[in-house]
């Protein structure tokens, strides 16, 4: 071998290696044109660049060296006007289709952004998901940055101080170098102006994690508790019907968390201040409702999440921007300030809660009406003796935990079919689908108005002449009372009277006494139902 030949291999070996050095480590301002040819496609879609425009659909593009470790990167992304939503998807660290850190920014029903790990084996991971205060636009052009940096990784948007993600993956060394890749949503997409720089292995090291947020800061909690507080309203009652009158009492009521009240008389006693309490809507839980249905988990937190990431993260959002602290809160009290009329006099007043989570106890000017165990059943409280013309107030203490010493609540007792089952779950009341024992007067709340002798259930069962009918029906008053029974039935459709009797026999009750009467309608030719006339 010549001299010649040796000094052009040699020539070569050392080209070879000043451009692996170059796409591997030499990245401080690596302007990406974006020119076709300067990528790989990956994906059977859609994956080109016209004027220095990456436009992609089913596809993205693979930049770079699959060497790159710690690097900064940022690029503008569009969704075209002709699309439905906004979907922007870009990737990091890529080694390939299935190995590598993807991100999606999503508009539509979500406005979102969240981040995650795929790997072979197994190795994929949810690492966050964040809501955007903003809806995504299509034909608007979006600013992404990115820092990666050994096990950190922070995202920014239009060109924000504060990333809208920051976390760190435990399992970096699964992933810990590679391309950068844009694209892959199945809506087209623009990327432009993409650069990257290289960044030194400590860069992250010495900075807090602190992401951008819209949670309301202490302050601002405490001028959002006033507003509230102050728009509050009494609900008043007017108007009476003769039979039964139904007063909604859905809506704000004020809430003070139970690591707030020092003394609970006073809580219950409505002579004692409210001006400092918060406000709560009702019906709706103070923490979050999450199942417990399987389903992915969200990071390491101890509750499946289900398939909804952006849900999970709505409860989240919603119970933090409260204006208590949520986390503390194990009891919730209740205020209702309700003003009646006079005609209330020889009325029977209930009070109807569809459910409350899960121990409650019901005071009405400031004595005990009534209480109840339970996430799911309905129960009445009678406060026709509590009650008065003028103004009164309902106060209701609800209790999160009916086992108040869990002890190893999380621990696996045994396995039901496919189901973990928890020593929470065998010892605390059930709670369906729900985990983390979601707590509050979380099912609609009526004030009913009746006459003392009042209907308290109806059952039928229809045939096709005609149908038995079973009535229940309560004397409350405490005197004894007469009482007939009177029956019409009319068409829905048109509202022509199909059926009607007068009311012949005569039933008499005792002080306090339940009855249910039993009797049958017939001769009644109703249209029948078939699939092709529903009637």
């Known amino acids: 071998m010549n001299s010649q030949l040796i000094k052009l291999i040699f020539t070569n070996c050392l080209l070879i290696l000043s451009l692996a050095f170059v796409n591997a480590q030499n990245i401080t301002e690596y302007d990406l044109t974006l020119e076709q040819g300067n990528f790989q496609k990956v994906g059977k879609g859609e994956c080109q660049v016209t004027d220095k425009v990456l436009t992609s659909r089913d596809a993205y593009a693979s930049i770079g060296s699959a060497d790159w470790k710690n690097y900064r990167f940022s690029f503008e992304a569009m969704v075209p006007q002709t699309e439905e939503q906004v979907q922007i998807w870009f990737g990091f660290r890529e080694q390939g289709r299935n190995e590598r850190y993807l991100v999606g920014i999503k508009g539509g029903l979500q406005n979102d952004i969240e981040i995650g790990r795929m790997g072979l084996?197994?190795?994929?991971?949810?690492?966050?998901?964040?809501?955007?205060?903003?809806?995504?636009?299509?034909?608007?052009?979006?600013?992404?940055?990115?820092?990666?940096?050994?096990d950190r990784i922070r995202i920014f948007l239009n060109n924000e101080q504060l990333p809208r993600i920051d976390v760190t993956d435990k399992n970096s060394s699964l992933l810990p170098m590679g391309k950068i890749a844009l694209g892959g949503s199945w809506i087209k997409t623009h990327f432009r102006n993409l650069k990257v720089s290289e960044l030194p292995s400590d860069y992250l090291q010495s900075m807090?994690?602190?992401?951008?947020?819209?949670?309301?800061?202490?302050?601002?909690?405490?001028?959002?508790?006033?507003?509230?507080?102050?728009?509050?309203e009494v609900v008043v009652v007017t108007d009476i019907a003769q039979a039964r009158t139904e007063v909604s009492l859905d809506g704000n009521w004020l809430f003070k968390p139970g690591y707030q009240i020092k003394n609970e008389q006073q809580a219950i006693d409505g002579a004692t201040t409210d001006t400092d309490w918060h406000i709560m809507d009702v019906p709706n839980f103070w923490n979050?409702?999450?199942?417990?249905?399987?389903?992915?988990?969200?990071?390491?937190?101890?509750?499946?999440?289900?398939?909804?990431?952006?849900?999970?993260?709505?409860e989240t959002d919603r119970c933090t921007n409260y204006t208590f602290d949520y986390t503390k809160t194990s009891i919730g009290w209740y205020r209702h300030w309700i003003d009646l009329p006079a005609s209330i006099q020889g009325k029977h007043l209930e009070l109807s809660f569809d459910a409350v989570s899960t121990v409650s106890e019901v005071y009405v000017n400031g004595t005990m009406a009534g209480s109840h165990i339970g996430m799911f059943g309905q129960f009445n409280v009678d406060v026709t003796d509590l009650v008065k013309p003028g103004k009164n107030v309902i106060v209701v203490k609800v209790m999160r935990d009916f086992v108040e010493d869990k002890g190893d609540g999380d621990k696996i007792t045994t396995i039901a079919v496919t189901v973990e089952v928890t020593n929470q779950m065998l010892t605390d009341l059930p709670h369906g689908f729900f985990r983390d024992s979601p707590s509050g007067i979380w099912q609609p709340v009526k004030l009913v108005i009746t006459d003392p002798v009042i209907i308290e259930d109806v059952y039928i069962k229809p045939n096709l002449q005609g149908a038995d009918i079973e009535l229940t029906v309560k004397n409350h008053s405490k005197q004894k009372s007469t009482f007939t029974v009177s029956t019409a039935i009319n068409s829905q459709e048109n509202g022509i009277l199909l059926y009607a009797d007068d009311a012949t026999i005569k039933h008499e009750l005792a002080p306090g006494e339940k009855r249910t009467v039993k009797y049958a309608v017939s001769g009644i030719h109703p249209k029948?139902?078939?699939p092709s006339s529903p009637n």
């Open 121 to 150: 084996m197994g190795d994929d991971a949810f690492l966050g998901i964040r809501n955007l205060d903003f809806e995504p636009q299509t034909g608007v052009w979006y600013t992404v940055s990115v820092e990666v940096c050994k």
């Open 208 to 232: 807090d994690v602190v992401e951008y947020s819209y949670y309301l800061s202490e302050k601002e909690k405490e001028e959002k508790r006033i507003k509230e507080r102050n728009a509050y």
């Open 528 to 530: 029948l139902w078939s």
């Open 288 to 314: 979050p409702s999450r199942i417990w249905n399987h389903g992915e988990t969200f990071m390491e937190e101890r509750f499946p999440k289900g398939a909804s990431d952006t849900y999970f993260q709505n």
